[in-house]
């Protein structure tokens, strides 16, 4: 079966931090997926718009937001970055197929949730954990137990960025967290200026300072491949995450 290709117009496009774009589509009416999942944008080159050629973006929505949002990185002299900062916007009609992908939050698991991103990695992480925030998670048969697990499982988000100019979503996550008193919001930042308060360092540098019993954590790595690529190593040969409970998108 080929996956639909969809056209639908684009809400907005606006700079969110240094480097980073949110992009905001109107969903199509049968559009559906699950959280974790990407589409792949179609994206014409500056130079001959007929030259058109996928790259992968993350839903930062959830499936029950009426539209659809992605947080883009932009890569210096990239195909997509160009488009996204000169080319595309609002108004304008956006080409994607999809939704693909296997990174899905493990709804079964009694397990706590660790989340750790890099950048745009953040959006599919926003995706899942307001998703797992509505909705009961069916990890017992008993209902209530099920009712009790949603409530009382932990979720630890790490979110890494290199200074202050390329945060955002900070106000957000410091809400959902006041809201929610088993969500915690760790920033680190690896490039910081002198003003900054918080942790200074990349992202593995927090992860002992959270936790250093991974036996009850399901985890989750999303960002650029670098970093996933060095702490998937430190779970696997370092932390004694299980395999099973080890979860990574790269954005190559
Ligand atoms: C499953 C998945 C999900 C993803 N989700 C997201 C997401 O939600 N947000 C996000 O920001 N990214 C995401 N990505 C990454 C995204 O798909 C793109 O790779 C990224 O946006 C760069 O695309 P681009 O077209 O701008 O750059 P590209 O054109 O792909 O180029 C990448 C870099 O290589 C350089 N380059 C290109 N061609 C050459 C050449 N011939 N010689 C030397 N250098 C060259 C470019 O200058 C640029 O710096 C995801 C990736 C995957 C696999």
Redesign the pocket.
């Known amino acids: 079966m080929t996956t639909p290709l969809y056209t639908v117009a684009c809400l907005k496009n606006r700079l969110l931090a240094s480097d980073?774009y949110e992009i905001v589509l109107k969903k199509p009416a049968n559009f559906t997926f699950t959280p974790g999942q990407?589409v792949l944008f179609q994206?014409p080159l500056l130079k001959n718009p007929k030259d058109v050629?996928p790259?992968?973006?993350?839903?930062?929505s959830t499936p029950e937001e009426e539209e659809l949002i992605?947080?883009?990185?932009?890569?210096?002299?990239?195909?997509?970055?160009?488009?996204?900062e000169n080319i595309l916007k609002a108004g304008m009609y956006v080409q994607f197929q999809g939704p693909?992908?296997l990174?899905l939050l493990d709804r079964t698991t009694p397990k706590d949730y660790l989340f750790i991103c890099t950048?745009?990695?953040i959006?599919?992480f926003r995706s899942m954990i307001l998703d797992h925030m509505k909705r009961p998670v069916l990890c017992h048969p008993e209902p209530k137990k099920a009712q009790h697990d949603t409530d009382s499982k932990r979720i630890d988000l790490i979110f890494g960025v290199r200074n202050e100019a390329e945060l955002f979503w900070q106000e957000d996550l410091q809400e959902l967290a006041q809201k929610h008193e088993n969500f915690f919001i760790h920033l680190a930042l690896s490039k910081a200026s002198d003003q900054w308060k918080g942790h200074r360092g990349r992202v593995q540098t927090l992860v002992p300072l959270i936790t250093k019993d991974f036996s009850n954590k399901n985890v989750y790595l999303c960002g650029n491949p670098d970093m996933t690529t060095e702490v998937k190593k430190l779970c696997l040969e370092e932390w004694g995450v299980r395999k099973e409970d080890l979860h990574v998108?790269?954005?190559?």
């Open positions: 980073v990407f994206v050629q790259r992968a973006y993350s839903i930062a992605f947080i883009i990185r932009l890569k210096s002299g990239g195909r997509s970055s160009i488009w996204i693909f992908g990174f950048g745009a990695g959006g599919p998108e790269g954005y190559m």
